[in-house]
Structure formats: structure tokens, C-alpha cells
């Protein structure tokens, strides 16, 4: 079974930092793609960015120079570092990683989501 978790959401002031970072676990054969995806209240899920195994990044516009993503494939673990935050931000941050489990063909896994909350 595939697990994936998020960590390191909480309460930042505008103009702060934050890191989050998404750990899969389990039995896994092979990581592709790994993203972030945000949903603020009445708001749809959005993709914030994206990286592939082989390190190639893609942000949403709101975010580029602002947002880094990461991933360190011996851990399985993916980060999004953000800084210079915005109210606007403000979400429940989700991790997704596409996994070929070892007996189970390549799926996309979610995480629980991890609450970032910009405000002063």
C-alpha cells in the first residue's frame, strides 16, 4: 500500500516563509511526476507546480519567483519552499505523486492536504 503525507503547513504573516514537504511511503516500485495543488475556500483545486523525475519544474503564474519546488528522490519526498507569502495564498495545500506501486499499476495518490493560512 502507497501512503503519501504532507507536513509543514501552519499560520505565516504576509511577506513570510514557509516550507512544505510530502513524503511517499510504502511499496513503491517508481515515482513519476509530483505536484502541489492548492483549494481556497469556494474555490476549485488549482495546480501550483509540478515536478518531474528527472527535475523539470512547472508553477502556476501567481506563484513563479516566488515558489520553489523540489524533490529529493531518495526519500521519496517532494518540497514546495514559499516565500514572500501572499493572503491570497491562503489554502489547503495538497501533494500528489504519480506511483507504480510494486503490485499495483501507476496510479496518483493524494495527500490529506496541509492548511497554509497568510495573515497578520
Known amino acids: 500500500q502507497v501512503q503519501v503525507v504532507e507536513s509543514g503547513g501552519g499560520l505565516v504573516q504576509p511577506g513570510g516563509s514557509l516550507r512544505l514537504s510530502c513524503a511517499a511511503s510504502?511499496?513503491?516500485?517508481?515515482?513519476?511526476?509530483m505536484g502541489w495543488y492548492r483549494q481556497a475556500p469556494g474555490k476549485q483545486r488549482e495546480l501550483v507546480a509540478v515536478?518531474?523525475?528527472?527535475?523539470?519544474?512547472n508553477y502556476q503564474a501567481s506563484v513563479k519567483g516566488r515558489f520553489t519546488i523540489s524533490r529529493d528522490n531518495a526519500k521519496n519526498t517532494v518540497y514546495l519552499q514559499m516565500s514572500s507569502l501572499k493572503p491570497e495564498d491562503t489554502a489547503v495545500y495538497y501533494c500528489?505523486?504519480?506511483?507504480?506501486?510494486?503490485?499495483?499499476?501507476?496510479?496518483?495518490?493524494w495527500g490529506q492536504g496541509t492548511q497554509v493560512t497568510v495573515s497578520s
Open positions: 515536478i518531474t523525475s528527472g527535475g523539470s519544474t
Open positions: 510504502g511499496s513503491i516500485s517508481r515515482i513519476y511526476n
Open positions: 500528489n505523486a504519480d506511483i507504480t506501486a510494486m503490485t499495483h499499476p501507476t496510479s496518483r495518490y
